[in-house]
């Protein structure tokens, strides 16, 4: 493919799934890249089919994915005879790198393992069947 773009950035707004009138699911991602320290790029990317459907439902506003796809240009003329160009990034592929929900759950797989910690030993689940009565501390 000699048209590709690869991005990787944050969702900027919350998702909204809509559907083509043949009943296609499509989706408008904006995602906020950035550059370097004080220079951000803000694209749209559509995406369309399961993957628009896939990614309204596991991602949400803040989220960092990777996106691959095509570039689309729409050349126009308007009624004053003046030239006007737009591209549409359509994706078609997409990673989710850091969502809220994978987020959530690594920081609560981390507070169950710390609850043992008071005891002045840290106990994988895997390992509470194994504890003997000589080892509890109390």
């Not at 570039?71 to 006007?84: Q, S, Y």
Request: aromatic content about 10%; charged content about 25%; glycine content about 6%.
């Amino acid at each position: 493919m000699n048209n590709l773009f690869i991005l990787i950035g944050r969702i900027t707004k919350d998702l909204e799934l809509r559907y083509t009138r043949e009943g296609k699911p499509v989706l408008d991602l904006n995602l906020a890249i950035n550059n370097s320290k004080d220079d951000t790029t803000f694209i749209t990317v559509t995406v369309f089919g399961r993957i628009a459907e896939s990614t309204n439902e596991y991602c949400k506003k803040g989220d960092l994915i990777g996106v691959s796809g095509s570039i689309k240009n729409h050349n126009w003329e308007d009624k004053n005879g003046a030239k006007h160009y737009d591209y549409t990034f359509l994706a078609n592929k997409i990673s989710f790198l850091q969502t809220k929900q994978k987020q959530d759950n690594t920081q609560e797989q981390q507070e169950q393992t710390d609850i043992y910690a008071q005891f002045g030993t840290t106990i994988k689940a895997e390992e509470v069947d194994s504890i003997q009565d000589d080892m509890l501390p109390f």
